[in-house]
């Protein structure tokens, strides 16, 4: 496709919507990364809609070129480009420094000196896992939506759907199940 | 720790469930444009100045590639007139009939070349003069349209 084409292409795009959409998904990118590093903050000042913004940038620049034919859909190619900035981020130097203390990990794996990364990621999520049941104890409909989670669901209509539940009160649950790892997050961040 | 007493050494079974939370949580369902903008709300994001500063960057990307566009055009065609006036039309006949040959044999064997290369032996000095810069030009045209494909697929 030639440049003059590209461009018209782009400019018919619902804008308005894909900045929308684009900030949310990059928003969510960076909640997982603050999961992942414990870090509060992004490197060097940046924020969540910088991360969106950038991705436009990059595809209208052709920086990373946005070819219709091979993905007609200009909001996936988007946010393919956040995922790689949050990747870049994640491998920055500011976020190589893990915090977890050693002798934790010597307890749960052996060899006792295995610092992997995934395996730090699969403690760190265990740990929030167990702690985030532990406190839904007793109120059923969290218990069945982390269920469903934990079964591979994700969506709140999909949860919803198979629960038979209506889903507003899915979304009540998740309301209370994010204030829930809110506190959580805040503990482990001290 | 886990209240499941065991993490699985190497695999990915807590860190997909967290994964699955966050997104539960966090990333919005993106049919629901309100949910999304109550998600980003609660970012401490402003919707509305978001859109608005997002649409500003769009209408400037835009304006500048045009001109960069605009630009690189104009700068081939410039290319293109400057090939058209190193061509001397008063060139010797000789010299005409063994370009308009060169052009056509290493044309794309169009009809439009096959014609006229079976026919140029029959016109006179003049026409051929005139069907030589004709021909210079489509060829300047066609290599030009060739390498504007190419150099921005």
């Not at chain 1, 990373?64 to 870049?88: A, M, T, Y």
């Not at chain 2, 026919?119 to 003049?126: A, F, P, V």
């Not at chain 2, 003069?129 to 060739?146: F, G, P, V």
Request: net charge negative; aromatic share 6%.
């Amino acid at each position: 496709m030639i440049q003059s084409e590209r461009l018209e292409r782009l400019k018919e795009q619902d804008w308005p919507g894909i900045i929308l959409r684009l900030t949310a998904h990059a928003a969510y990118k960076v909640e997982r990364l603050r999961w992942q590093t414990g870090k509060k903050d992004l490197p060097r000042g940046m924020q969540v809609k910088d991360l969106a913004m950038e991705a436009i940038k990059m595809a209208w620049t052709g920086e990373r070129k946005w070819n219709p034919e091979k993905q007609p859909d200009l909001l996936k190619h988007l946010k393919s480009i956040v995922d790689s900035l949050v990747s870049h981020l994640v491998e920055s130097a500011e976020h190589t420094q893990r915090e977890l203390p050693r002798e934790e990990l010597e307890q749960v794996f052996d060899p006792p000196d295995d610092k992997s990364a995934d395996a730090l990621d699969e403690l760190i999520a265990a740990d929030v896992i167990s702690k985030v049941k532990n406190r839904i104890k007793g109120d059923e409909d969290l218990e069945l939506v982390l269920y469903c989670i934990e079964e591979g669901l994700s969506t709140p209509r999909d949860i919803a759907q198979t629960l038979g539940m209506p889903v507003d009160r899915v979304y009540k649950a998740k309301k209370k199940i994010g204030i829930i790892l809110k506190k959580i997050q805040e503990e482990n961040n001290g | 720790m886990a209240d499941s007493g065991k993490v699985n050494e190497g695999g990915k079974d807590y860190a997909e469930k967290l994964d699955r939370l966050l997104k539960f949580l966090y990333d919005p369902e993106e049919n629901d444009i309100e949910a999304v903008r109550e998600n980003l709300a609660g970012y401490g994001i402003d919707p509305n100045e978001l859109v608005s500063e997002g649409l500003s960057l769009v209408k400037f990307l835009e304006k500048q590639e045009r001109t960069k566009l605009a630009r690189m055009k104009r700068r081939r065609l410039a290319e293109v007139f400057d090939k058209l006036r190193k061509i001397d039309p008063q060139r010797p006949i000789d010299e005409v009939r063994r370009r308009i040959d060169e052009i056509f044999k290493t044309g794309d064997g169009s009809q439009f070349a096959l014609a006229f290369f079976h026919k140029h032996e029959d016109l006179s000095d003049d026409d051929l003069r005139n069907l030589l810069s004709e021909a210079e030009l489509l060829k300047l045209l066609e290599e030009e349209k060739k390498r504007l494909e190419t150099s921005e697929e």
